[in-house]
């Protein structure tokens, strides 16, 4: 790896993705920012997924161009569909998270062509290597897993509008005990008439990140929520 590779421009797309008639393409609204165009709904899952997660900075589209060559010795060309960047957050230059590079294919398709893409993968991480990456595939089981259903389950919550003030009493509340169940805190603040606005104020605090939780398990009455 080149000592200044963590320090090289970000790449930027280097294809349009055009509408096909084979899967679902669009564009989607990563945090309302900026645009990452996708060809399928799994790709569209993937961004989800990851937008979602706060140490995730940015996510950009077929990012590079990688040349390779077939066993025939034929060279064609490879576009990764993601390049993911990570914060640095508290980790030392020594130990940051390294980009990584993404492809998203269903399972059934890269485990039937997989001889025949095998090359090309294997110049995808030559490639990452060099740059200090991570070349990954992602399939469903790694795309539509829990954390996605929960993801999808809070979306309807993320939009909603409460008091700001009441938030803020609801988040010093989890802050002082440190981690407290759904049910408890719902209890707590939200007794009588109020259940109802209470469960949808609590779940747009952990839609909007002010609250966390493990998104690997289903959510329920009983998940235990903290202050990150």
Same mark, same amino acid.
């Given at each position: 790896m080149s000592s200044n590779s963590r320090y090289q421009p970000i790449p930027k797309q280097t294809r349009k993705i055009k509408p096909t008639r084979r899967s679902v393409s669009g564009v989607y609204a990563f945090r309302g920012e900026t645009s990452i165009p996708y060809e399928s709904t799994l790709e569209r899952d993937f961004i989800i997924r990851h937008e979602f997660d706060l140490d995730v900075s940015e996510i950009i589209p077929q990012p590079v161009v990688i040349p390779f060559k077939t066993r025939s010795g034929r060279t064609y060309s490879y576009t990764p569909d993601f &390049? #993911? *960047?990570?914060s640095l957050g508290l980790a030392t230059y020594s130990r940051y998270p390294k980009p990584v590079l993404v492809e998203v294919k269903p399972y059934t398709e890269w485990k039937k062509n997989w001889r025949e893409w095998s090359a090309k993968w294997k110049a995808a991480r030559r490639f990452a290597r060099e740059q200090g990456w991570e070349f990954r595939i992602y399939d469903e089981s790694r /795309?539509?897993?829990?954390? &996605?259903? !929960? /993801? $999808?389950? @809070? =979306?309807? *919550?993320?939009? @909603?509008? +409460? =008091? !700001?003030?009441d938030s803020i009493h609801i988040i010093e509340s989890v802050r002082e005990r440190g981690a #407290?169940? +759904?049910? %408890? @805190? &719902? %209890?707590?603040?939200? $007794?009588? /008439?109020y259940r109802a606005t209470g469960i949808s104020h609590i779940w747009h605090l952990v839609a909007t990140n002010q609250l966390k939780c493990d998104l690997s398990i289903p959510l329920s009455d009983f998940s235990e929520l903290w202050v990150n």
């Amino acid at each position: 790896m080149s000592s200044n590779s963590r320090y090289q421009p970000i790449p930027k797309q280097t294809r349009k993705i055009k509408p096909t008639r084979r899967s679902v393409s669009g564009v989607y609204a990563f945090r309302g920012e900026t645009s990452i165009p996708y060809e399928s709904t799994l790709e569209r899952d993937f961004i989800i997924r990851h937008e979602f997660d706060l140490d995730v900075s940015e996510i950009i589209p077929q990012p590079v161009v990688i040349p390779f060559k077939t066993r025939s010795g034929r060279t064609y060309s490879y576009t990764p569909d993601f &390049l #993911v *960047y990570r914060s640095l957050g508290l980790a030392t230059y020594s130990r940051y998270p390294k980009p990584v590079l993404v492809e998203v294919k269903p399972y059934t398709e890269w485990k039937k062509n997989w001889r025949e893409w095998s090359a090309k993968w294997k110049a995808a991480r030559r490639f990452a290597r060099e740059q200090g990456w991570e070349f990954r595939i992602y399939d469903e089981s790694r /795309i539509r897993d829990e954390v &996605l259903k !929960n /993801i $999808m389950f @809070l =979306s309807r *919550y993320q939009r @909603l509008e +409460f =008091s !700001n003030e009441d938030s803020i009493h609801i988040i010093e509340s989890v802050r002082e005990r440190g981690a #407290v169940e +759904f049910h %408890a @805190l &719902l %209890a707590r603040h939200f $007794m009588g /008439i109020y259940r109802a606005t209470g469960i949808s104020h609590i779940w747009h605090l952990v839609a909007t990140n002010q609250l966390k939780c493990d998104l690997s398990i289903p959510l329920s009455d009983f998940s235990e929520l903290w202050v990150n």
